[in-house]
C-alpha cells in the first residue's frame, strides 16, 4: 500500500518529462496538437489526487502511517540515506487540498495558455512544479524534502520569467530565485546542524526527533531560527517577502499555483513538520508569531494602495502567511493547516477570477481601467464575491472559521499584541478586498479599451468547484463551539491545538468581534469604492504606501548596490591592480629571465663543447668526491 | 710495476683527450675539430683498454672495439655533412654556421 506514496510523486514528474519531451518534439520536428500536452498535462494531478485520496483513506481506517523506502539514495560509511516517503497524517492532509486544487488550476490553465506558443513547455514546468511539492511534502527526512524544496523554487523561477522576452520578467524570476537562495542559505545551516547532532545512521524526521532532545538549548534555538529564515525565503515573510509580489509577472495560473496550493505553504508545512524541534524552543516560537504577525499588518498596509490586481492578491497571500505564521509559532499547528486548507480554496479561486477578469479585458491587469465587470462575466462576478467574502472572514464563508480560530489562539496565549495587529490586518483585509471587488465589478462609467468578452467554461468550471469549496472548506474545522467537532483539529491530533482557556463567553465576543471588525473593513470599503465613479477619478500614484515603503529601494541600496560596489572594488583594485599585476609581472620575468638564458644560445659550436665538457667535469667531480 | 704502467697508460691518455679538448675549443676548422673529435675517442679507448688488462676483464676491450666501429660509421656520417655545410657557405668555419642560435632566431 506504502508504494502508492512514491506514484503520488512520480506520476507528475513522469508526464512532465513526456510533456518535455513532446515539446522538444513538437519545435524540432513537427508541430503537435494542443491534446498532446493537455491530456497528460490533466491526467497526472489527477492520479495523484486518486492516489492521495485512497492513501488518505487507508490512514484513516488504519490509523498508522504509510513509509515507503524505494532504494538507498546516499550511502556513505556508516550513514545511510534512503529515498524515503512518509505519508502520515500530516503530510496526506497537504497532499490531498494540493492536488485537488492543484488539478483544478491545470484545468484552468488549458484554457488560459490557450494562445500561448509555448504551452507545452509551460504544463512542463508546471507538472515538474506539482511533482515537486508533492516530493517535498511526502518526503520522510529533511534531505528528500529539500530536493523538493529546490525543485519547487526552481520551477517557480522558470515558470515567473516563463515570458521571457520581456526583460522586467526575467528580473522578477531572478529575484525569485537569489532571495529563495537566502532562505536556502539558513534552511542548509539547519540542516548542517542537525545532521551533526541527530543523524544516527539516517537522517529523517523520526531520528531526529528521538535524538532532538540531546542538543543544547541554544543550539536548538539557532536551528529553530535557521530552519525558519528557510521558511521566510518561501513563504514570504519579513524581511525576505520582495520576490511575492514581483512573482506576478508569470502567467497566471501560475500565481494561483504558487499562492494557493504550493511553494508558498512549504514554509508553514515545514514549521509543522519540525513541530517536534519548535516546541522545545517557545521562545522561537514567539519570534516566528510577531514575524508573521507584522508581516500581515504590512502586507495589508501595503495591498490598500496597489493598483495591479494581482499585486493586491500577491499582498493579501502574504498577509494570510502571516496569519498561518502566527498560529505555527504559538504551537497551534492544526489552526495553521486549517488555515492553509482554506486559504487554498479562496486564494485559487481569488487569482483565477482575477486571470479570467484579465483575459476578459485583453490583459488589462490595472483595477482602475476595469469597472463594469459584473455584467460582462456574472459567474466570475458572483465566485469573486465568494472567495471575497472568504477572505475577509464573513462566515460562514471558509475564511471566517480559520482565521477566527488563530485570533482565538493568538487571544487565549495571551500574546495580546500580536492579536491587536491581527485585528487590525483583519480589517485592513476586508477593506482592500472588498476595495478591489467594488472597482472591479461594481465601477461605473468605464471605457474599456478593447470590448470585454466572457471567458470559456474551461475557465469558469474550476472557478465554481472552488467557490463551492470557499463555501463549504470552512465546516470541516468547524469549532466545537458552533456545535462541530473541528475534524482537522481531531485528524491532525499529534499536531493538535494548544488547550484553549478561555470561557465559552470570551469565545463568542470573540467570534462576534471578529465578524463586526470585517464588517468594518467592508462598510469603509463600501463608503468608498461602491458607487466609484471611474470619470471622476484621479489614479493615486504617489505616496509611502503606494511605493510599499520603498523596501525594494532600501534592499537595493543596502544589499544590491553595496554588493556590486563590493565587487567592483573586488574586480577593479584587487584584480586589476594587485592580483593582475602579480601575476603578469611573474610571466613578464619568466620572458626575461628566458632571453637572459636564451644569450647562451649563440651558436659558437665550440662555447657549447666547453661548456658541456665543464659540465661533465663537475658531475665527475661529485661522482668522485661526494659519493666515493 | 703494473699499478706505474697504469698511471702512466692514463697519463697519456689525459694527455691526448686534454689535447683533443683543446682542439675542439679553440680551432675553428670543422676539419680539425672533427681530428680533435677523434682523439678524445681514443683516449677513451685507451683507458678502457688498460683497465680491462688491470681488472682482467675483456669486457673493457669489447667496448672499446665498439667505440672504434661506432667511430668509424660517425666518420661516414660526419664527412659527408663536412661536405653538404662546405657546398652551402663555401667555408669551413665553424662560426659561420649559426642558423639556430638565438640573435638569428630573433
Known sequence: MSVILAFIVLAPLLSSVLIGLLYMFSITKKPLRKRWFTIPALFAPFISFVLGLSGFLYVAKYDIPLHFQPYLWLGVGEYKIYMGF????????????????????????????????????????????????????????????????????????????????????????????????????????????????CSDAGFSYATIAAKISTMPLWLMELVGIALFIGAMGKSAQIPLYVWLPDAMAGPTPVSALIHAATMVTAGV?????????????????????????????????????????KKILAYSTMSQLGYMFIAVGLGAYSSALFHVFTHAFFKALLFMGAGAVIVALHHEQNIFKMGKMRHVTPVVYMSMLIATLAISGIPPFAGFFSKDEILLVAFSSGEYVIWGIAVCSAVLTAYYMFRLFFVVFEGKNIKHAHHPHDVSWVMKAPL??????SLCAGFVGLPSLLGGSHLIGTW?????????????????????????????????????????????????????????????????????????????FFAVNLDVNIVDRF???????????????ALVQNAHVRLYALIMMLGISAASCYLIYVLG | MIANSLFMYITVAMILFSIGLLGVISRKNIFVIY????????????????????????????????????????????????????????????????????????
Open chain 1, 86 to 197: 512518509l505519508g502520515d497524517k500530516l503530510s496526506l492532509f497537504m497532499v490531498l487540498f494540493i492536488t485537488f486544487v492543484g488539478w483544478l488550476i491545470h484545468l484552468y490553465a488549458t484554457s488560459y495558455m490557450s494562445e500561448d506558443k509555448g504551452y507545452g513547455k509551460f504544463f512542463f514546468y508546471f507538472n515538474l512544479f506539482l511533482s515537486s511539492m508533492l516530493l517535498l511534502v511526502l518526503a520522510d527526512g529533511p534531505l528528500i524534502m529539500f530536493i523538493g524544496w529546490e525543485g519547487v523554487g526552481l520551477c517557480s523561477y522558470l515558470l515567473i520569467s516563463f515570458y521571457f522576452q520581456d526583460n522586467a520578467n526575467v528580473v522578477a524570476g531572478n529575484k525569485a530565485f537569489i532571495v529563495n537562495r537566502v532562505g536556502d542559505l539558513g534552511f542548509l545551516i539547519g540542516l548542517a546542524i542537525l545532521f551533526f547532532y
Open chain 2, 35 to 106: 681530428m680533435s673529435i677523434e682523439l678524445m675517442l681514443n683516449a677513451i679507448n685507451l683507458i678502457f683498454i688498460a683497465l680491462s688488462n688491470y681488472h682482467h676483464d675483456m669486457g673493457g676491450q669489447v667496448l672499446a672495439m665498439f667505440v672504434i666501429a661506432i667511430a668509424a660509421a660517425e666518420a661516414g656520417v660526419f664527412l659527408s655533412l663536412i661536405i653538404v655545410l662546405y657546398r652551402r657557405k663555401k667555408t669551413l668555419d665553424s662560426d659561420i654556421f649559426r642558423t639556430l642560435s638565438q640573435k638569428e632566431a630573433v
Open chain 1, 492 to 568: 491532525l491530533g499529534e499536531w493538535g491545538m494548544r488547550a484553549v482557556h478561555v470561557s465559552h463567553e470570551t469565545e463568542w465576543w470573540l467570534l462576534a468581534l471578529n465578524v463586526a471588525i470585517s464588517l468594518l473593513g467592508i462598510g469603509i470599503a463600501y463608503k468608498k469604492f461602491s458607487a466609484y465613479d471611474f470619470s471622476k477619478h484621479q489614479e493615486v500614484t504617489k505616496g509611502v504606501v503606494y511605493n510599499k515603503f520603498y523596501v525594494d529601494e532600501v534592499y537595493d541600496f543596502l544589499f544590491v548596490r553595496s554588493i556590486k560596489k563590493l565587487s567592483e
Open chain 1, 269 to 309: 508545512y515545514m514549521v509543522a513538520r519540525f513541530a517536534f524541534l519548535y516546541e522545545l524552543i517557545p521562545t522561537i516560537g514567539l519570534f516566528i508569531a510577531y514575524i508573521g504577525a507584522f508581516s500581515a499588518l504590512f502586507a495589508a498596509i501595503i495591498a490598500t494602495k496597489q493598483s495591479d490586481i
Open chain 1, 464 to 469: 465554481v468547484i472552488l467557490a463551492i469549496g
Open chain 1, 583 to 597: 601575476i603578469m609581472g611573474l610571466s613578464y620575468g619568466v620572458i626575461k629571465l628566458g632571453h637572459l638564458v
